[in-house]
């Protein structure tokens, strides 16, 4: 596979596994990652949180890294980009109160590039609305949300991942063998249809 440019927005308390394994992977493999936070510059940092499932009813939640962004969200312009990695965490929740992110975020599905959005990742999707009529895997707490925005929950095994078209999606980071593996898949043009591992 040629070389792509990835978009990866990302912002404070991110889920550190679900932000540095796969902005590392796909540096490993050759791509070029520009990860950005509204607000922030190349060269600053956003907090991690490490996100576990220790038997607790719901996910616990520990502080992380500092994750330094290579890229300012500013001056980036989306069509620049084959595709986009949305981590999940808490970050979702307050960026997709951003008009700039729900406009990035939009254009890669109108375009039809590819997109990976994985836990609370489906929670920028909602809200910009680009998910009706898609299945979508997001942590199960997330579930209403992907719902009311006209999508169809996959409900997968937490290791698991779902393509849908230009989009993969899965449930938390223990997915991240078949989520990048999809992922990696559908921007090499090999992915069609609906596939799930």
Same mark, same amino acid.
């Given at each position: 596979? #040629?070389?792509?440019?990835?978009?990866? @927005?990302?912002?404070?308390?991110?889920?550190?596994?679900?932000?540095?394994?796969?902005?590392?992977?796909?540096?490993?493999?050759?791509?070029?990652?520009?990860?950005?936070? %509204?607000?922030?510059?190349?060269?600053?940092?956003?907090?991690? *949180? @490490?996100?576990?499932?220790?038997?607790?009813?719901?996910?616990?939640?520990?502080?992380?890294?500092?994750?330094?962004?290579?890229? *300012?969200?500013?001056? @980036?312009?989306?069509?620049?980009?084959?595709?986009?990695?949305? %981590?999940?965490?808490?970050?979702?929740?307050?960026? !997709?109160?951003?008009?700039?992110?729900?406009? #990035?975020?939009?254009?890669?599905?109108?375009?039809?590039?590819?997109?990976?959005?994985?836990?609370?990742?489906?929670?920028?999707?909602?809200?910009?609305?680009? @998910?009706?009529? !898609?299945?979508? #895997?997001?942590?199960?707490?997330? !579930?209403?949300?992907?719902?009311?925005?006209?999508?169809?929950?996959?409900?997968?095994?937490?290791?698991?991942?779902?393509?849908?078209?230009?989009?993969?999606?899965? %449930?938390?980071?223990?997915?991240? %063998?078949?989520?990048? *593996?999809?992922?990696?898949?559908?921007?090499?043009?090999?992915? #069609?249809?609906?596939?799930?591992?």
């Amino acid at each position: 596979m #040629s070389a792509k440019k990835i978009l990866m @927005i990302t912002g404070d308390f991110t889920e550190d596994y679900e932000t540095m394994v796969p902005f590392q992977t796909l540096l490993a493999v050759g791509h070029k990652v520009d990860a950005v936070c %509204p607000g922030k510059k190349a060269g600053e940092t956003v907090a991690t *949180s @490490i996100h576990d499932f220790e038997g607790d009813q719901t996910y616990t939640e520990k502080r992380g890294h500092n994750f330094a962004l290579n890229a *300012s969200f500013a001056e @980036i312009d989306p069509a620049d980009y084959d595709a986009l990695v949305i %981590p999940g965490g808490r970050a979702p929740e307050y960026l !997709r109160l951003d008009k700039d992110v729900i406009a #990035s975020v939009k254009h890669f599905f109108d375009t039809g590039k590819p997109v990976a959005a994985i836990c609370h990742g489906a929670q920028l999707l909602a809200a910009a609305r680009v @998910i009706e009529g !898609r299945t979508v #895997s997001a942590y199960p707490a997330c !579930r209403p949300e992907v719902e009311l925005a006209g999508g169809t929950y996959a409900e997968i095994a937490i290791d698991g991942a779902v393509t849908d078209g230009n989009l993969v999606t899965a %449930p938390a980071w223990p997915a991240h %063998p078949a989520w990048l *593996s999809q992922f990696m898949k559908v921007m090499a043009g090999e992915a #069609s249809g609906a596939l799930a591992a």
